[in-house]
């Protein structure tokens, strides 16, 4: 079993940065496929980012050159670092994990393990 728990989301202004952090207790990350996902008011929870068990890392186009994801395995805990920040952006960010070598990656269906969330809003 695998407990995830999420932090550092905030209210912010457009243009600013974030970093939010999921934290796992109860198995090592190392062998884990971890991801972001996000969900705002009304509508669908969509893919952000994953890092797979081999280091690769995927992310959504409307993402793509401005989050990064990361891994510490030696804190267990999986990052994922938001720049240039856009009122698009506002949603519950969730992190969630499998350790099934799936190619569906951007699937919430892949994914075993999920964290509460934490609530990021950008204001413009």
């Known amino acids: 079993q695998v407990q995830l728990v999420e932090s550092g989301g905030q209210l912010v202004q457009a243009g600013d940065s974030l970093r939010l952090s999921c934290a796992a207790s109860?198995?090592?990350?190392?062998?884990?496929?971890v991801a972001w996902f996000r969900q705002a008011p009304g509508k669908e929870r969509d893919f952000v980012a994953a890092?797979?068990?081999?280091?690769?890392?995927y992310y959504a186009d409307s993402v793509k050159g401005r989050f990064t994801i990361s891994t510490d395995n030696a804190r267990n805990t999986v990052y994922l670092q938001m720049d240039s920040l856009k009122p698009e952006d506002t949603a519950v960010y969730c992190c969630a994990a499998t350790r099934t070598s799936s190619p569906y990656l951007r699937r919430v269906v892949t994914y075993d393990y999920w964290g509460q969330g934490t609530q990021v809003t950008v204001s413009s």
């Open positions: 109860g198995r090592t990350f190392s062998s884990f496929t």
């Open positions: 890092v797979g068990w081999n280091g690769n890392t």
